[in-house]
């Protein structure tokens, strides 16, 4: 697999996955076929910042952004990538992911009092956790993503949307069929308030909505930089 830029299509990504997970069973290469059409990873990606060499991917799951920067990074430009995710499956998924010679991620398992990956990171990437936290811990947990970021870091929320009701009963849906768990929804303008509250400076705060799906896409960086 030979690429030089990050793809910037939805059907770029699911032909990617496809050859990055040729190991998961039939039921899930057809989740990761038709992914990419619900989630807007192309524009998550196009978000990291050029001159970022070090991420961490908060609740990575598979592993799917973190295998696409290491793969698609032009040049290679990423020296360190760590993914963590409190499911021992989905590492192991991850861990099996098929990535050029010379790319490589730092696939952990952590579990949920642990602590993090220590930095520091020039990008962190927080991609649909949120909505599996509890509604009372969010605000924590927002306050720890924040605590990775050094000066000049860029902090990268990607979660759905509460609105339109109709559309976050769709999100429901899909994570309780899909996930097996229940969607604790947040708007996305409490969490870019909290993001300021904490010293963040929230540089764009913008919906991505895909299909019937509704995503938030928050992007902040510290007040200083």
């Given amino acids: 697999m030979i690429a030089t830029e990050l793809p910037s299509t939805s059907s770029e990504i699911s032909r990617a996955l496809r050859d990055i997970y040729p190991h998961v069973g039939r039921f899930e290469r057809l989740l990761l076929r038709w992914r990419p059409y619900i989630c807007p990873f192309h524009k998550i990606l196009a978000r990291v910042p050029p001159d970022s060499c070090t991420v961490l991917d908060v609740g990575c799951g598979i592993g799917i952004v973190s295998c696409l920067l290491a793969i698609f990074g032009q040049q290679s ?54 909505h599996h936290v509890r509604a009372d811990e969010q605000n924590g947990f927002v306050a720890r993503l924040t605590s990775c970021c050094h000066e000049g870091s860029t902090l990268i929320i990607k979660d759905i949307s509460p609105t339109p009701w109709w559309k976050a009963i769709m999100n429901f849906l899909h994570d309780l069929f899909l996930s097996r768990q229940l969607v604790h929804h947040r708007k996305e303008q409490e969490i870019a308030s909290w993001l300021e509250q904490l010293g963040m400076r929230v540089i764009e705060n913008s919906r991505q909505d895909q299909l019937w799906y509704s995503h938030y896409l928050i992007v902040a960086r510290n007040k200083s930089s």
Avoid: M
């Fill in 77 to 130: 430009r990423f020296r360190r990538i760590v993914a963590f995710d409190v499911s021992k499956d989905a590492i192991r998924t991850a861990k099996q992911a098929k990535l050029r010679l010379g790319n490589s991620v730092d696939f952990q398992t952590v579990e949920k009092t642990s602590p993090w990956p220590e930095g520091p990171f020039d990008t962190v990437l927080c991609i649909d956790v949120i």
